[in-house]
């Protein structure tokens, strides 16, 4: 059982950071991280760095949670080693999303990027 825990868990979120980094890769290049920018701005580096920073923050978090998975397993709590890990890459990594698109809408707030710009 031990053995599946310790499987289990870190390929599930390894799994689930891969197909989350996918989803907000194939977004079009002015909805970087889900937020709109104007096409001028679309290869900043503000968000050229919040989106590696939210790369990384996905590896950060899969470490974590697979540093979790192996305490959890140590101690004999297979059943929790089983889901919070899980559980917890999916906080982390809506977390780490969070964060890193407010870089880019601060850049966006402060540099006034859609002034001047048609909006439709």
Do not use: C
């Not at 390894?14 to 290049?29: E, Q």
């Not at 969070?98 to 439709?120: D, H, M, Y």
Request: aromatic letters at 10%; zero cysteines; charged letters at 10%.
């Amino acid at each position: 059982m031990i053995a599946f825990v310790l499987v289990f868990a870190p390929v599930f979120t390894a799994l689930f950071g891969v197909l989350f980094a996918t989803i907000i890769a194939l977004r079009p290049p002015g909805l970087p991280l889900s937020v709109r920018v104007p096409q001028t701005h679309a290869n900043d580096a503000v968000i050229r760095a919040a989106i590696l920073r939210f790369r990384w923050g996905l590896v950060l978090a899969w470490v974590l949670t697979a540093a979790v998975t192996v305490a959890l397993a140590v101690v004999d709590q297979t059943p929790l080693a089983t889901v919070v890990p899980v559980l917890l890459y999916a906080a982390l990594s809506i977390l780490v999303l969070v964060l890193s698109r407010r870089v880019i809408l601060r850049a966006k707030r402060t540099g006034n990027w859609f002034e001047g710009v048609p909006v439709r």
